[in-house]
C-alpha cells in the first residue's frame, strides 16, 4: 500500500517570493510520482511526473521538483509565484508493479499567493 | 477533445433517494477511476476499471454505492439511498496509460449535496 503526507495544509508567501510544497510518500514498492493542481471549481490537472530518469523535473507554469529517493520525498517548488498560482496542490503517487495502478493522492496544501 | 465530461455539474437531493452520476471518458483511453473529494477525507479513490473491467473497488465505502462501464465511453457512480454524508465532489478522470497513469485527465466534477 502507499501513502502520500503533504505537510502543509496552507502556504501564505507573498508575490515573486519563492514557494516550496512539501511531499513525503511511503511505499513498499517503486512508484511514479505526481503533482496536479486544482483551481477552484474545477478537476485536477498535471503539473509535472516523475517516471525515470533525472531526478530533476520541470513542469508548466514554471513549477520544477525533485525527487530523492532516500528521503521519500517529491517537494515542489517555483523560484518566482504570482497570483494566479493561487489554487490547491495535491502530490499523488502509481506503483510500479502490477497490483493496483491508481494513484493515491496526498491530503492537498493550499497556496494562497497575496500581492 | 473534449476531455472527460461528468454530469450533472451539481446534484441536490433529498436523504433516501438515488442518486445516479455519470461520465463519458476521452475517447481511446482504456483506464477510468471514479474519486470522491471531501474536506475531511481529500482525495479518495472509489472504484477503477481497466478495458471496462472493475479492477479495484476496495474504495467504495459500502453496499449502497455501486459503479458500471457498460462500454468504453460511458460509466456510472449510483448511490441507493443517498444519505448526507455521502455529500462530496465526485470526480471521474480517464487515462491511456493503465500502467503508468501519466496521462490521467480529471473531469470537472460533480458536486453532491444531500439533504
Known amino acids: 500500500a502507499q501513502s502520500v503526507t503533504q505537510l502543509d495544509s496552507q502556504v501564505p508567501v507573498f508575490e515573486e517570493a519563492p514557494v516550496e510544497l512539501r511531499c513525503n510518500y511511503s511505499?513498499?514498492?517503486?512508484?511514479?510520482l505526481f503533482w496536479y493542481v486544482q483551481y477552484p471549481n474545477q478537476g485536477l490537472q498535471l503539473l509535472l511526473k516523475?517516471?525515470?530518469?533525472?531526478?530533476l523535473v520541470k513542469g508548466i507554469n514554471g513549477f520544477e521538483a525533485e525527487f530523492n529517493k532516500s528521503q521519500t520525498s517529491f517537494h515542489l517548488r517555483k523560484p518566482s509565484v504570482h497570483i494566479s498560482d493561487t489554487a490547491e496542490y495535491f502530490c499523488?503517487?502509481?506503483?510500479?508493479?502490477?497490483?493496483?495502478?491508481?494513484?493515491?493522492f496526498g491530503s492537498g496544501t493550499r497556496l494562497q499567493v497575496q500581492p | 477533445d473534449a476531455g472527460v465530461i461528468q454530469s450533472p455539474r451539481h446534484e441536490v437531493t433529498e436523504m433516501g433517494q438515488e442518486v445516479t452520476l455519470r461520465c463519458k471518458p476521452i475517447?481511446?483511453?482504456?483506464?477510468l477511476f471514479w474519486y470522491r473529494q471531501t474536506m475531511m477525507r481529500g482525495l479518495e479513490l472509489l472504484i477503477y476499471?481497466?478495458?471496462?473491467?472493475?479492477?479495484?473497488d476496495s474504495g467504495m465505502p459500502e453496499d449502497r454505492f455501486s459503479a458500471k462501464m457498460p462500454n468504453a465511453s460511458f460509466s456510472t457512480l449510483k448511490i441507493q439511498p443517498s444519505e448526507p454524508r455521502d455529500s462530496a465532489v465526485y470526480f471521474c478522470?480517464?487515462?491511456?496509460?493503465?500502467?503508468?497513469?501519466?496521462?490521467?485527465?480529471f473531469g470537472s466534477g460533480t458536486q453532491l449535496s444531500v439533504l
Open positions: 478522470a480517464s487515462s491511456t496509460n493503465g500502467a503508468t497513469n501519466e496521462k490521467l485527465f
Open positions: 511505499s513498499s514498492v517503486s512508484v511514479y
Open positions: 516523475y517516471l525515470s530518469g533525472s531526478t
Open positions: 499523488a503517487v502509481n506503483p510500479m508493479d502490477t497490483g493496483r495502478r491508481a494513484l493515491t
Open positions: 475517447s481511446g483511453h482504456n483506464s
Open positions: 476499471f481497466n478495458n471496462n473491467v472493475p479492477i479495484d
